[in-house]
Nanobody, 127 residues
Framework: EVQLVESGGNLVQAGGSLRLSCAAS????????IAWFRQAPGKNRERVSC????????YYAASVRGRFTASSDYAENTVYLQMNNLKPEDTAIYYC????????????????????YGQGTQVTVSS
């Protein structure tokens, strides 16, 4: 059984940092790309990052580029999202999702193309 479990969400002041984790079981990061999506109330779900063993570097949305960093720990089978200089507009539920790396991989931007999803973790940034 595949499971993706996010953790690390919290309430933080603007300018602060958080590190989200996506612990994967039932699949390996060697074969699966992991994306981070977020959804704020009343807004569309947004892909903010994607990391894959098949890609030279992670993908970042323009809204987070330079502030967020994705990384993979293959030994722990966990993907991290380091979020620095957080802004109130980063407030959302953050989800990780897995897609076959040799298929669409990190080219995929649509939520529905991914095969497995975590339950989400809340990030709230106060001004």
């Amino acid at each position: 059984e595949v499971q993706l479990v996010e953790s690390g969400g919290n309430l933080v002041q603007a300018g602060g940092s958080l590190r989200l984790s996506c612990a994967a079981s039932g699949l390996t990061l060697d074969d699966w790309a992991i994306a981070w999506f977020r959804q704020a109330p009343g807004k569309n779900r947004e892909r903010v990052s994607c990391i894959s063993s098949r890609s030279a570097s992670p993908y970042y949305a323009a809204s987070v580029r330079g502030r967020f960093t994705a990384s993979s720990d293959y030994a722990e089978n966990t993907v991290y999202l380091q979020m620095n200089n957080l802004k109130p507009e980063d407030t959302a539920i953050y989800y990780c999702a897995a897609i076959w790396a040799s298929g669409y991989g990190c080219i995929a931007s649509e939520w529905t193309l991914f095969e497995y999803y975590g339950q989400g973790t809340q990030v709230t940034v106060s001004s």
